[in-house]
Nanobody, 112 residues
């Protein structure tokens, strides 16, 4: 069955960096579009970034463009989100997604 397991979240100060990882299994990862979403308390889950199956095409929400980088390693079935220059408003649970499948999420808290 499809499994998506996120890791790498935590508490970081404003201006800091984190790298999220998503380990994928149960499907042909190299053929799948992959997404990162996030959800802050009291808000709807929103798209952060997506990446094409080969990794050549990426797209970002305007609020993270220039600060976040989505990438993938098809040999390892891994999806990544490098987050730099983090702001308090980036605080959320971050989820990876493919098709109709979601991971369990990883909490990112940006606070001094």
């Amino acid at each position: 069955q499809v499994q998506l397991v996120e890791s790498g979240g935590g508490l970081v100060q404003p201006g800091g960096s984190l790298r999220l990882s998503c380990a994928a299994s149960g499907f042909t990862f190299s053929s799948a579009l992959m997404y990162w979403y996030r959800q802050a308390p009291g808000t709807e889950r929103g798209l952060v970034a997506w990446i094409s199956n080969g990794g050549a095409v990426t797209n970002y929400a305007g609020s993270v463009k220039g600060r976040f980088t989505i990438s993938r390693d098809n040999a390892k079935n891994m999806l990544y989100l490098q987050m730099n220059s983090l702001k308090p408003e980036d605080t959320a649970v971050y989820y990876c997604k493919t098709a109709n499948y979601w991971g369990q999420g990883t909490q990112v808290t940006v606070s001094s």
